[in-house]
């Protein structure tokens, strides 16, 4: 008779490849609506981008989904498991990156990550495999035995998320990781989000920086007040809110070059700014014009939607720090 192996014995109940399934989630401080009916879902292998500015409510939907705040309603599903009531059972298949730093600032790197490995169950000759290998991924080998304490805040951060690998979770949640961290640091943590995302890691980033969503995620979700304002594809977002626009530029223009399709018209530098839905006619209009009336063109491009005019678009404000 065959014999069942522990996987076959215990499957992990994965319905589809939806990872996480997040309905209607409320949650106030006081008379502070800080959710307010946060609602999405993640496939497999996606790096969701949660962007939003300060007070948004994206670390208390992180905090939900991790067990550290309970929402008022609403509920959150992990591979179809409840998240609120099997709390622990979920957690061995969550990485969680806190804002915060969680470190012992007198222990060594090495020491923090033996401390957090053993937490998660990890331990012996496995968990030193997995230290070498998150420290590899951290490029901070070289600084396994020094203490925390004479780490920049970068090097701190990575170590911080080193420790959230060591159990090898499935969705890996970050909150603001590169806030006030140096350069290096920052492309250290982008090689290993995009490295984790490749190998099939369900990654939640959440930022108030526009160019990190753009260069890492595929998945995007704008949050302003508590709601999700829009949620998508990174591209059919800018597809959709992102303004189509001309910029021009020639010193014979001292007002806007009319055009029928030209919705709205704008001074940008030297220059003018045509939106339009109909930029291939409308750019060909302005080549001909130019041709015809010896237009010194300094300048003559589409200009590409961005994720700043998205969000300004659908928040009717723009992202500050
Ligand atoms: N423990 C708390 N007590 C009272 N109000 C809170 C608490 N935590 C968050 N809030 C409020 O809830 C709202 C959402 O905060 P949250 O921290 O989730 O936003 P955020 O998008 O993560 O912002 P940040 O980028 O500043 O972390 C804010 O108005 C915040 O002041």
């Known amino acids: 008779m065959d014999t069942l192996s522990s996987a076959q014995r215990n499957p992990v109940e994965v319905p589809d490849d939806t990872v996480l399934q997040v309905t209607n989630l409320r949650k106030t401080y006081g008379k502070k609506q800080a959710l307010d009916n946060v609602t999405f879902s993640l496939q497999a292998g996606t790096c969701f981008g949660f962007l939003g500015p300060n007070g948004a409510g994206k670390s208390t939907t992180m905090k939900i989904l991790t067990g550290i705040v309970k929402a008022d309603s609403g509920e959150a599903r992990l591979f179809g498991q409840d998240m609120t009531t099997d709390t622990e059972r979920i957690a061995r298949y969550i990485g969680y990156v806190p804002q ?4 012992y600032e007198k222990l060594s790197a090495y020491d923090n990550l033996v401390f957090f490995g053993e937490a998660y169950g990890v331990r012996g000759s496995e968990l030193k ?5 998150v420290l590899d991924k951290t490029g901070l080998t070289d600084r396994a035995q020094d203490e925390v304490q004479t780490f920049s805040g970068g090097m701190k951060r990575r170590i911080n998320i080193a420790a959230a690998l060591l159990h090898r979770p499935k969705l890996l949640i970050l909150d603001e990781p590169t806030v006030g961290i140096d350069p290096q640091s920052r492309n250290h943590i982008f090689e290993m989000i995009r490295e984790l995302n490749g190998q099939g890691v369900t990654i939640i980033y959440s930022t108030h920086y526009m160019e990190e969503v753009e260069a890492l995620c595929d998945q995007v979700a704008i949050m302003d007040q508590g709601a999700v304002k829009a949620i998508g594809p990174l591209g059919e977002l800018l597809e959709r809110y992102g303004r189509k626009a001309i910029y021009i530029e020639a010193p014979e223009l001292t007002a806007a070059p009319s055009d029928p399709d030209v919705s709205r018209a704008s001074r940008e530098g030297s220059g003018w700014i045509l939106e339009t839905d109909r930029v291939g006619e ?12 010896h237009w010194d063109v300094k300048q003559l491009e589409v200009v590409r939607p961005s994720l700043e005019q998205v969000f300004l678009t659908v928040t009717g404000t723009a992202l500050r720090d």
């Not at 409308?282 to 009336?293: G, T």
């Open 100 to 103: 915060e730093i969680t470190l």
């Open 129 to 133: 495999r997995r230290i070498a290998d």
């Open 282 to 293: 409308v750019m060909q209009r302005l080549l001909a014009a130019a041709a015809e009336r």
